[in-house]
């Protein structure tokens, strides 16, 4: 249907600027009742945005920044792959105290999820350790070498406890202000190892060597194979140590 289903939020709903977003998915600025919000076209599964609308909902109630779905006229919280959602204000994390309070903020998200149920379709690293695809993943497309790279980094995660990860905490889905630091573009979350998002910019989440390490190696790893074979993703697999 595309941006015609924007009229589920009223005859007046409006796209007015396109914004950078994923390649996965068109996302624009949208005047809904006459306010600013942003909205999400895409081609994910209504299993997959409800998973994603309800920890939105749950984390806001919480009382974390994040994007809250608006409903539609009829109360439904995405149509037609479309999700319409408050607009963050805010800008990237610039100093090291900016980036200590990310990581405070991630370590709350994770806090606040512990027993989440997994992303419908998706694969945490540690899964796959036996599986050899899930959602964005597919093992099999990437060098065998590789996989036992990246398999011997997720191996080194096993036992923990796992949460909801925001999955992409880089600036660009950061919102910085002085009262909040808000998460958005949550389309790469899903329940997996706290760690993955905990390697940032000059340690701000304070692991010991040990724990960055192994969070670093668990990350890069997980980089790779989610988009493989692009650039980056071959940049990424390089930084993974040989088994």
């Not at 194979?225 to 990424?236: E, I, L, M, Q, T």
Request: proline fraction near 6%; aromatic fraction near 6%.
């Amino acid at each position: 249907m595309g941006w015609e289903a924007l009229g589920h939020w009223g005859e007046d709903a409006a796209r007015v600027e396109r914004l950078a977003g994923g390649v996965a998915n068109d996302v624009w600025s949208v005047r809904v009742n006459g306010r600013l919000a942003v909205g999400r076209l895409g081609a994910r599964s209504d299993a997959d945005l409800a998973w994603e609308t309800e920890l939105l909902q749950y984390l806001d109630r919480e009382g974390l920044t994040v994007p809250v779905p608006i409903p539609a006229k009829d109360g439904r919280l995405f149509a037609d792959g479309l999700v319409v959602m408050t607009y963050v204000e805010g800008g990237p994390p610039e100093t090291p105290a900016d980036w200590r309070r990310v990581a405070g903020t991630l370590r709350e998200v994770h806090r606040l999820t512990q027993g989440w149920p997994q992303r419908p379709g998706w694969r945490s690293s540690t899964d796959l350790l036996h599986a050899d695809s899930g959602t964005k993943v597919d093992l099999g497309a990437m060098p065998a070498e590789g996989v036992a790279r990246c398999r011997a980094a997720w191996a080194r995660l096993t036992g923990r406890q796992t949460c909801v990860v925001h999955g992409d905490p880089n600036p660009r889905n950061i919102r910085v202000t002085a009262n909040h630091v808000g998460l958005i573009d949550w389309d790469e979350s899903h329940v997996d190892v706290p760690d993955l998002d905990l390697v940032l910019p000059g340690n701000a989440a304070g692991l010991d060597d040990g724990a960055h390490d192994i969070a670093a190696q668990a990350s890069a790893a997980w980089e790779a194979a989610v988009c493989w074979d692009d650039d980056y993703s071959v940049k990424r697999l390089a930084e993974v140590r040989p088994v």
